[in-house]
């Protein structure tokens, strides 16, 4: 199992970029997706997620209107487009995959990719 997340990098206030996951091992369509950040000193928090099929997406209030989730169930990715970034959207952001069922969580983690948004 396998999440590699790229598309990371140093960009300049109010500029975009666009993050993807890459799921491999698991059956990535039974799986909801998200993104989590985390910065220096703080806890990891949820920016977005979308549901195994797509049609339910919600988003932290801090990206709400800059970021849009989405995902391609035939090629097994994951996106996050961030557009208008902010100094205080600098972190590392991780894909994360998550299932429920037969009451078990079946869950995994990217390794991370960098955003540094300054000028």
């Known amino acids: 199992v396998q999440l590699v997340e790229s598309g990371g990098g140093l960009v300049q206030p109010g500029g975009s970029l666009r993050l993807s996951c890459a799921a491999t091992?698991?059956?990535?369509?039974?799986?909801?997706m998200s993104w989590y950040r985390q910065s220096p000193g703080k806890e990891r928090e949820l920016v977005a997620t979308?549901?195994?099929?797509?049609?339910?997406?919600n988003y932290a209030e801090s990206v709400k209107g800059r970021f849009t989730i989405d995902r391609n169930n035939a090629k097994n990715e994951a996106y996050l487009q961030m557009t208008s970034l902010k100094p205080e959207d600098t972190a590392v952001y991780y894909c994360?995959?998550?299932?429920?069922?037969?009451?078990?969580?079946?869950?995994?983690w990217g390794q991370g990719t960098r955003v540094t948004v300054s000028s």
């Open positions: 994360n995959a998550l299932r429920t069922a037969y009451n078990r969580k079946y869950e995994y």
């Open positions: 091992g698991f059956t990535f369509s039974y799986y909801g």
């Open positions: 979308i549901n195994s099929a797509g049609g339910s997406i």
